[in-house]
């Protein structure tokens, strides 16, 4: 590892992947930090036990007023979430990104507010990297339900998806894909720039803090895989670290602006099962394999159902429960031995930003979560309707899970307003020089959708505008990439 480097990019997923596969193939010279280790193709087995310890973060957990818990899921290795996500391809819609201006104040020229328009080219590069694809090739599991949709006056519709024709349709994305058809950033922006000899990747390698002096990032201070304390220099640091994360990190460098860690979005999902006479076999899908936005908009309910889908045998199990409590004894043993009989919804709920995430006085993460009224009726809304679909197709019991979040948004927005964000349009701490976010920290109000897309496209909007270079904090690129 050199001592100094144009760009060090915390975080290897949606944001810090896409931002350093970009940097380097246009010639700067990056170092991209991810703690956890970096695994391909070859490493993935459908081993549930084995992929959470080795993929995941740790679970975390949140508590809600009424003794829920709200179950935070993420990434912990090269390619982050992207690379035990489901590869779902969304753009966001215009009444999403029209909750941004009121948010934060944030424009695309200093006047006109952000629109959708302003991430299309980006958008359109990220797709043409990633190979995005329409996948209508649906398995019985997402047939059975069609009925049921239909039933209630709603459509399910083919996803987008980052996969390629290698797919198999195992089901077995959240453990990593073993075919490499799931196209994360691993195999993708890192492996491309990893394959060319242009991107210096540093796995199993924690950041502990960003070097500030003069109210300007000046580099980071890192622990090795090999337990070592280094200091390495940069034109310029991007925190990319995940919306969780991010403001932890921001906050252990010193920085105190009050909007840090505020505003985090949860996006809340409750996977919904309904029980079959016959075999479904909704674990050997790609999921998610299709959805139903007759009730995204939040005029319209504020939610949005994925199917199908179903968790592994250890998190279905562990996780189940119906108006009479959790699955125990005989009735969890009958559940799990019809295993493939159960077909699975994702009921993802709109939720208005108001969680956070802090640092106690012990240093340690703190997560508060408050979902208000409004959202608490979208969260139950999903399940409702869910519940009524798969009766509608035919399912001869229900049950559900409790409340996870996988697509945390929020917490380091990005605004014009420094009273009411983080960073600037470009992607800049208001307070800090050379100090950049790039990951799903940015986003000022949570998307109706999976934000994966959205993510990719905001980090190659920053990577043009870092490689730009327009205040001089990189100087003269690295030498000339082939």
Not at 195 to 209: F, K, N, P, Q, Y
Not at 430 to 459: E, F, Q, W
Request: net charge negative.
């Amino acid at each position: 590892m050199k001592a100094a480097y144009d760009v060090v990019v915390v975080g290897s997923g949606a944001g810090g992947g896409v931002i350093a596969g970009e940097l380097a193939q246009r010639g700067r010279d990056v170092l991209l930090v991810e703690c956890g280790p970096h695994l391909r193709g070859h490493d993935f087995t459908r081993f549930e036990a084995k992929a959470a310890h080795d993929l995941f973060w740790p679970l975390r957990f949140a508590p809600l007023p009424n003794g829920e818990l709200v179950t935070f899921l993420a990434g912990r290795c090269v390619g982050g979430t992207t690379t035990i996500n489901t590869k779902v391809a969304f753009r966001a819609n215009e009444h999403d990104v029209a909750k941004w201006h009121p948010a934060s104040g944030l424009t695309s020229d200093g006047s006109t507010p952000f629109a959708v328009s302003d991430l299309e080219p980006y958008y359109d590069r990220v797709e043409r990297v990633l190979g995005v694809r329409r996948r209508a090739d649906w398995e019985k599991s997402v047939h059975t339900v069609v009925p049921g949709f239909r039933a209630l006056g709603a459509e399910l519709e083919p996803v987008d998806a980052y996969t390629d024709p290698n797919c198999a349709s195992c089901g077995s994305c959240i453990q990593g894909c073993a075919s490499n058809a799931g196209k994360s950033t691993m195999n993708t922006y890192i492996a491309d720039a990893l394959a060319r000899g242009i991107l210096d990747l540093r796995a199993d390698t924690t950041v502990e803090r960003v070097l500030v002096e003069g109210g300007e990032a000046t580099g980071v201070e890192l622990v090795d895989a090999a337990g070592e304390r280094q200091t390495v220099r940069a034109g310029a640091v991007v925190v990319a670290a995940g919306a969780v994360n991010t403001p932890q990190l921001l906050l252990r460098s010193g920085l105190e602006n009050p909007v840090i860690g505020k505003h985090l979005g949860l996006h809340p999902v409750r996977l919904v099962y309904g029980l079959f006479e016959e075999p479904q076999d909704a674990h050997m899908v790609y999921p998610i394999s299709a959805h139903c936005l007759k009730h995204q908009r939040d005029e319209d309910g504020g939610f949005v159902i994925e199917a199908s889908t179903i968790q592994d045998p250890i998190a279905f199990a562990t996780t189940i429960g119906d108006d009479d409590g959790p699955f125990w004894g005989p009735r969890l043993v009958e559940a799990v031995r019809r295993f493939r009989h159960w077909i699975g919804f994702l009921a993802m709920a709109n939720d208005d930003n108001n969680s956070s995430v802090s640092l106690g006085d012990d240093g340690e993460e703190r997560i508060a979560v408050d979902l208000r009224p409004v959202e608490r009726e979208r969260v139950d809304g999903g399940l409702r309707f869910s519940r009524e679909v798969l009766e509608a197709a035919g399912a001869t019991q229900v049950c559900w899970t409790g409340l996870t979040s996988t697509h945390a948004q929020g917490g380091c927005r990005m605004g014009d307003d420094p009273a009411r964000s983080v960073v600037d349009r470009n992607g800049e701490s208001h307070d800090v020089k050379r100090l950049y976010v790039g990951d799903g920290s940015l986003v000022p109000r949570t998307l109706s959708v999976n934000p994966s897309l959205t993510i990719m496209a905001l980090a190659t909007r920053l990577a043009e505008h870092l490689d730009a270079d327009a205040n001089g904090y990189l100087g003269s690129k690295a030498a000339a990439r082939a």
